[in-house]
């Protein structure tokens, strides 16, 4: 009942900038945080950066300064702009939201299906 839609992966060279968007639909009234994750081959999946409601947001270490996370809630779509990246930025990068249910009071964890972020030149 809830779809999230990636999209805004493919290759780029070293430097280069991506905008990945997070379109969520379905049986949601709200969404408190939006996050990314990337896994790269042979590694564990890690944290990118997140939005949360009301608060700040967070970035891994290896990004800051170069990834900025938005999100729109009107659209219920997030977005990660990528800036000057670098090869290591090579990954599966993935949306996952903590959102609420229309009618329920519960926080439910919903993730995307990845898109591939190559750089390379």
């Known amino acids: 009942q809830v779809q999230l839609v990636e999209s805004g992966g493919g290759l780029v060279q070293p430097g280069g900038s991506l905008r990945l968007s997070c379109a969520a639909s379905g049986n949601i009234a709200s969404i408190y945080v939006m996050a990314w994750y990337r896994q790269a081959p042979g590694k564990q999946r890690e944290l990118v950066a997140t939005?949360?409601?009301?608060?700040?947001?967070y970035y891994a270490d290896s990004v800051k300064g170069r990834f900025t996370i938005s999100r729109d809630n009107a659209k219920n779509t997030g977005y990660l702009q990528m800036n000057s990246l670098k090869p290591e930025d090579t990954a599966v990068y993935y949306c996952?939201?903590?959102?609420?249910?229309?009618?329920?009071?519960?926080?439910?964890?919903?993730w995307g299906q990845g898109t591939q972020v190559t750089v390379s030149s």
């Open positions: 996952k939201i903590n959102y609420r249910a229309k009618g329920l009071t519960f926080w439910y964890d919903y």
């Open positions: 939005d949360t409601e009301g608060g700040s947001a």
